[in-house]
Antibody, heavy 119, light 110 residues
Framework: QVQLVDSGGGVVQPGRSLRLSCAAS????????MHWVRQAPGKGLEWVAV????????YYADFVKGRFTISRDNSKNTLSLQMNSLRAEDTAVYYC????????????WGQGTLVTVSS | QSALTQPPSASGSLGQSVTISCTGT?????????VSWYQQHPGTAPKLMIY???KRPSGVPDRFSGSKSGNTASLTVSGLQAEDEADYYC??????????FGTGTKVTVL
């Protein structure tokens, strides 16, 4: 069965960095685009970034552009999100998400990992 | 990219129906048939309920249906059951490899 396991969250000071990881299993990883979606405490969902199945093309929401980098290792079935220059407003649960098909909905979600940016 | 607009709350009695709207623009909802809907219970990850405006993934009851007219998409839950009480979010492809979510609607089953 499809599984996405998120990890790497924690408490970090403003301006510092953190790297999230997602271990994928139960499907052919190289066939799917992968995303990160976040949810601030008590708030709605926000799309963060996407990386195509080829691992080359990646795109970001404006509010993380230049600070976050999405990447994938297709040999290890892992997705990553490098987050630099973190701000208090980046505090959220971050979900690794599989794209159902190009540009389409998100059919499988990780359990989420909480990132708290606080001094 | 602005969030899609959903009503903050909606309610219906057991066995009745509830419809949730999701309003965007011609650059997102109105421009693509890539609208999807998600159900989220407290403390859990969202679950895909509808994709491509009106298609249901396997395992999702046919009580859930989706539609779109112009820049507004809708999710209807018929025959409301207690377990349908949850937060619901719409999402749309917004072009240029960007996606946008709705503001979310809390559905209460009376």
């Amino acid at each position: 069965q499809v599984q996405l396991v998120d990890s790497g969250g924690g408490v970090v000071q403003p301006g510092r960095s953190l790297r999230l990881s997602c271990a994928a299993s139960g499907f052919i990883f190289t066939r799917y685009g992968m995303h990160w979606v976040r949810q601030a405490p008590g708030k709605g969902l926000e799309w963060v970034a996407v990386i195509w199945s080829n691992g080359i093309n990646n795109y970001y929401a404006d509010f993380v552009k230049g600070r976050f980098t999405i990447s994938r290792d297709n040999s290890k079935n892992t997705l990553s999100l490098q987050m630099n220059s973190l701000r208090a407003e980046d505090t959220a649960v971050y979900y690794c998400v599989r794209e159902y098909s190009p540009f389409n909905g998100f059919d499988y979600w990780g359990q989420g990992t909480l990132v708290t940016v606080s001094s | 990219q602005s969030a899609l607009t959903q009503p903050p709350s909606a309610s219906g009695s057991l066995g009745q129906s509830v419809t949730i709207s999701c309003t965007g623009t011609s650059s997102d909802v109105g421009g693509y048939n890539y609208v999807s809907w998600y159900q989220q219970h407290p403390g859990t990850a969202p679950k895909l309920m509808i994709y491509e405006v009106s298609k249901r993934p396997s395992g999702v009851p046919d009580r859930f249906s989706g539609s779109k007219s112009g820049n507004t998409a809708s999710l209807t839950v018929s025959g409301l059951q207690a377990e349908d009480e949850a937060d619901y979010y719409c999402s749309s492809y917004a072009g240029n490899n960007n996606w946008v979510f709705g503001t979310g609607t809390k559905v209460t089953v009376l």
